[in-house]
């Protein structure tokens, strides 16, 4: 048996502001083990970001506030911990990876002060010594020399930035790693190399991670679950075979692909789903796709679906039920 | 480096020649014998005749002001008027004055802006950000003359705590530098609060806070240093209108600074003894201004890399 390290429990996240309330994340289930990497697909707005902050617990102060639900760490429950807690889990025990680079390095501090301060932050070493000597070898682990650490962040190309973001990442080697979309702002020769080192890096040190991407083709190639956001839900889970190949699908996951051309041998045009996201201040009744769902049937209309579970692949939707399938989870909803 | 701050010097020059050539155009364009000025009321016309031919006054314009020059460059900006003194004399016995208003004013607006700057920005809408806002604001819409006299009021007149007038003793310099900090220290505050807001909103603050550091750590060691770039430009740029408010107001409390200075030859038509201050004051300017320019080379990497060769 695979040991679990994260596992997120109808967790609701909201956004509030002077002029609207957002539900980003509406009850949501996510479970990681050890050493596993789980992709979170979705479109823009679907409550990825959110989901990663709230793991962190480092959602934008007085404004993103996690409403119920657990998420419970390496056997820690974040939304219940102090601060100070909080602080010796970030950085140790998961650190996240955003989506920009450019902006995620301190401009007035040396690239390897910022690698030592994880390190100094963590007490993971005795000495001065010990600590550059641990930034030299992390700077060689991502592929840069390590007499660049005296170096500024605005003396290194983009995909060099993601190596030291990676850098600093992983140097206390964490139990998970938030990857939200970390190669998005980078070219695409330069994003199948930092790809492919975070793969190797965290197969070496044995992290599990989430990474948060639209690139389907990426999640096929490294994940080994995937779950898909819609509207603040996880719709769809399962294996990357289950989602990628299984006869079962949402019929959202369904349009995902569709909308994606050469990767299902059926449909080479691209398809794009009609419609638009669901406004996340105001957020329909019963399925919340029903609004551009093509089954949309009355029971949708006022009726949130169940998950239903077949070896782990669980989708949401009332197309499934009465089917082979048995409902789930019907006492968190 | 130096290449730069060579550049910057020899660009101050033909600001200096502008400003000399205009004032010395005005001061010939205005009204007054500077013979008279010399001699006094009761001098003969024989008398004056001889002193305008003596000291050049009939001279082509360009003559005289190709002359001045000359002069100047070679450290001797002619003797005043009034008192016959050289002006180099007057101006190093009036600038400390005017040195010591404005140094302890940027004191306090810098020691006293920064600090609240940064509460008002990391403790955003409360008690104190809100009534440090609303103090800033009312402090740059308050003219610094009028503050002076209103401190002299209550200070000099009602409290008799402060003297009014002069500028021997550091209390003296007291209420002339608060007023002239006052507007000063609105302008840092607010700068400090703004860039502040705008730095702990970055990205790299959240990575730092996502590497497990304190609240306290973030701000000090990552938040700090990027907010007080551009604050250092308002602090700079301050600096010259210290000094531009200090002339002011030392006319407000009687000191014998550079500003009564000027004025004082304004109103004698002393053409060297002004000239000359405000050629000073505009060198001080400028040097100033570099050195907040070179300043900021070292506190900004990036600037900085610009400079510096690559010594690999
Ligand atoms: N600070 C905030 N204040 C108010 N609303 C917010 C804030 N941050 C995010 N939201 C809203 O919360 C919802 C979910 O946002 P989130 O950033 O989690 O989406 P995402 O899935 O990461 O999208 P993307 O792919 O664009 O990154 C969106 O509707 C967004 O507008
Ligand atoms: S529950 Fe209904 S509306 Fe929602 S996806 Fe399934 S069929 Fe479409
Ligand atoms: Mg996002």
Redesign the interface.
């Known amino acids: 048996m695979e040991e679990r390290l994260l596992t997120i429990k109808d967790l609701y996240v909201e956004y509030i502001t002077d002029d609207a309330r957002v539900f980003a994340v509406n009850g949501i289930d996510l479970a990681i083990n050890k050493g596993e990497t789980l992709g979170l697909v979705g479109e823009t707005g679907a409550g990825k970001t959110t989901t990663a902050l709230s793991i962190?617990r480092?959602l934008p102060e007085k404004v993103g506030l996690i409403k119920s639900g657990s998420i419970v760490l390496n056997g820690k429950d974040v939304t219940k911990a102090s601060e100070a807690d909080m602080?010796?889990?970030?950085?140790?025990t998961v650190?996240?990876i955003?989506q920009?680079p450019m902006?995620?390095?301190?401009?007035?501090?040396t690239v390897g002060d910022q690698i030592a301060?994880?390190l100094e932050?963590?007490k993971r070493h005795k000495n001065k010594a010990d600590v550059e000597a641990r930034v030299d070898e992390i700077l060689k682990m991502v592929g840069l020399p390590p007499e660049r650490k005296h170096d500024?962040p605005?003396?290194f190309s983009g995909g060099m930035k993601q190596r030291i973001?990676i850098a600093?990442a992983l140097a206390c080697e964490p139990l998970l790693l938030l990857a939200d979309e970390p190669t998005t702002a980078l070219d695409v020769t330069i994003q199948a190399q930092v790809l492919a080192l975070m793969n190797e890096l965290k197969q070496n040190l044995n992290t599990a991670m989430i990474l948060i991407t639209h690139d389907l083709g990426v999640v096929a190639q490294t994940c080994d679950r995937v779950a898909i956001m819609y509207a603040g839900e996880v719709i769809e889970t399962g294996t990357v075979e289950q989602i990628f190949s299984g006869d079962e699908h949402h019929p959202y996951t369904v349009g995902l692909f569709e909308s994606i051309p050469d990767l299902k041998k059926k449909t080479r045009r691209l398809h794009p789903i009609d419609g638009l996201m669901p406004d996340p201040t105001d957020l329909p009744t019963g399925c919340k796709f029903h609004t551009r769902c093509p089954h949309c049937m009355e029971i949708c209309k006022t009726e949130l679906p169940k998950p239903i579970e077949k070896d782990g692949h669980l989708i949401r939707c009332h197309l499934l039920e009465g089917g082979g399938r048995k409902a789930e989870g019907s006492e968190t909803l | 480096m130096l290449k730069y701050i060579g550049k910057r010097l020899l660009l101050m020059i033909p600001v200096i020649l502008g400003i000399s050539f205009i004032l010395f155009t005005i001061m010939d364009l205005t009204p007054g014998d500077p013979a008279r000025v010399i001699l006094g009321d009761f001098a003969s016309q024989a008398e004056i005749d001889a002193l305008r031919e003596e000291m050049g006054l009939n001279d082509n314009f360009f003559v005289r002001y190709g002359r001045y020059i000359g002069n100047a460059v070679t450290g001797d900006l002619g003797n005043s008027y009034r008192s016959s003194a050289p002006v180099v004399e007057e101006i190093a016995a009036r600038f400390p004055s005017t040195l010591k208003i404005a140094l302890l004013a940027m004191l306090f607006a810098v020691l006293i802006g920064i600090p609240v700057g940064i509460i008002s920005a990391v403790k955003q809408y409360s008690i104190a950000d809100i009534s440090s806002t609303m103090l800033a604001l009312l402090f740059t819409s308050i003219p610094a003359f009028w503050l002076g006299l209103l401190l002299i009021l209550l200070f000099s007149v009602r409290l008799r705590l402060l003297p009014a007038v002069g500028s021997d003793t550091w209390k003296h310099m007291l209420m002339p530098s608060i007023s002239l900090a006052a507007a000063q220290m609105a302008t840092i505050i607010r700068m400090t609060r703004s860039t502040m807001l705008e730095v702990i909103r970055q990205d790299y603050i959240r990575t730092a806070k996502a590497k497990g550091a304190a609240p306290r750590r973030v701000i000090f060691h990552h938040a700090i240093k990027n907010a007080l770039l551009p604050v250092i430009t308002t602090v700079g740029l301050s600096i010259s209108n210290l000094l531009g408010g200090a002339l002011i107001i030392e006319n407000v409390f009687g000191i014998s600074g550079l500003g009564t200075l000027m004025v004082n030859s304004v109103k004698s038509k002393d053409t060297p003894l002004l000239i000359g201050s405000v050629m000073f004051a505009a060198v001080v300017a400028g040097l100033v201004n570099l050195g907040v320019d070179v300043l900021y080379t070292y506190v900004d990497p990036r600037i900085k890399a610009q400079f510096v060769k690559k010594k690999k």
């Not at chain 1, 602080?87 to 140790?92: H, I, K, M, T, Y």
């Not at chain 1, 902006?103 to 501090?109: A, F, K, Q, R």
């Open positions: 962190m480092l602080r010796l889990l970030r950085g140790e650190s996240m955003f920009d902006t995620s390095l301190n401009p007035v501090l301060e994880v932050l963590h500024f605005h003396q973001v600093i």
